[in-house]
């Protein structure tokens, strides 16, 4: 596209700013009316992605840029939300199909490839920006995902935006707190008050551990060895088999992901099978944990 005009050198900057698109109103904005507009279109310098919506110069969509021409298709205040801002905050894979956006008040109609969702208001403490799209906060999110996924997927979500220090307890009540009644909510709120019951120190979990071997008559492991480069807190040395007892006051933050993987690595690399529990599933699902060793231990 040349640039010689002004109006030209603005569509040129909006368009840098909005990974390529701009909007009707802009272009209405800078000067160019519906005859100019239709002329852009007919002549490849713009094209549309939805009503109102245009990528600039091309027709090959950037990067993000179908998510953001979702949200600036449906309102000057939509957000991002659901399935589509869980995985934009990285909580969940990549939906396939429909964009989920979330506007204020009534939706203005149908748009292709688009699932709109109302909502009465938005406070600031629900509103977000991440790369350049206005999307919902991770506490706000993990409520909208919590009426359309299950309780597991829900679940992972909630323990990805714990690992990587998204989202605070005091973020997530407050949100619980204004939006009781919606779908959902019960879900997440009954997750955090699994999260509130006591945790086991790294001794309580290996005695739980063992006693869950020795009740189900399982060779012994050793406890606390050194294996593979580092300090274990299980082994079944004839197996090849670690099992390390995960609990969340020592694997919630972002580094300590990381070291577990560098760790669990490392281990891989000397021949060694390595199982990872958390206190929660020695708590809530001790047989579960028993057939999973079992059978681990069978095939070694």
Same mark, same amino acid.
């Given at each position: 596209?040349?640039?010689? !005009?002004?109006a030209?050198?603005?569509?040129a ?5 909005? %990974?390529? #698109? +701009?909007? &009707?109103? *802009? =272009? ?7 005859g100019?507009i ?15 919506v ?9 990067v993000?840029?179908?998510e953001?021409?979702a ?49 009465r208001?938005?406070?600031p ?24 996924? !299950? ?12 690992? %990587?220090? #998204? +989202?605070? &307890?005091? *973020? =997530? ?14 879900a ?26 020795r ?20 082994l ?22 990381e070291?577990?993987?560098l ?19 020695l ?16 095939h070694?």
């Amino acid at each position: 596209m040349q640039v010689g !005009s002004s109006a030209d050198r603005a569509l040129a900057a909006i368009a840098t700013s909005q %990974r390529g #698109l +701009v909007t &009707r109103d *802009q =272009l209405l904005t800078l000067g160019l009316g519906r005859g100019a507009i239709a002329h852009r279109v007919s002549g490849g310098r713009l094209h549309r992605l939805h009503r109102g919506v245009y990528l600039v110069g091309h027709a090959a969509v950037p990067v993000l840029a179908s998510e953001l021409a979702a949200v600036l298709a449906c309102s000057p205040d939509a957000l991002l939300s659901h399935r589509s801002a869980a995985w934009l905050w990285r909580l969940a894979r990549r939906p396939d199909g429909e964009i989920d956006v979330t506007v204020v008040g009534r939706n203005g109609g149908r748009r292709p490839g688009v699932r709109v969702h109302e909502t009465r208001a938005l406070e600031p403490f629900e509103r977000a920006e991440r790369e350049g799209i206005p999307v919902t906060t991770p506490a706000r999110t993990l409520l909208d995902l919590a009426e359309m996924v !299950s309780l597991r997927e829900l679940e992972r979500a909630l323990d990805e935006a714990r690992i %990587r220090r #998204l +989202v605070r &307890r005091s *973020q =997530l009540t407050g949100v619980l707190d204004r939006r009781r009644g919606r779908n959902g909510a019960a879900a997440l709120s009954a997750l955090l008050d699994r999260e509130g019951d006591p945790t086991l120190t790294r001794s309580e979990a290996e005695e739980r551990m063992l006693a869950l071997v020795r009740a189900a008559r399982l060779p012994p492991p050793q406890v606390n060895s050194r294996a593979g480069g580092h300090e274990v807190d299980l082994l079944w040395a004839a197996q090849r088999l670690v099992v390390e007892v995960d609990g969340y006051a020592y694997h919630s933050s972002r580094a300590a992901f990381e070291r577990d993987r560098l760790r669990d690595a490392d281990l891989h690399a000397a021949g060694l099978q390595v199982m990872r529990f958390t206190w929660r599933q020695l708590l809530d699902g001790p047989e579960a944990v028993v057939a999973r060793l079992a059978a681990a231990l069978a095939h070694r």
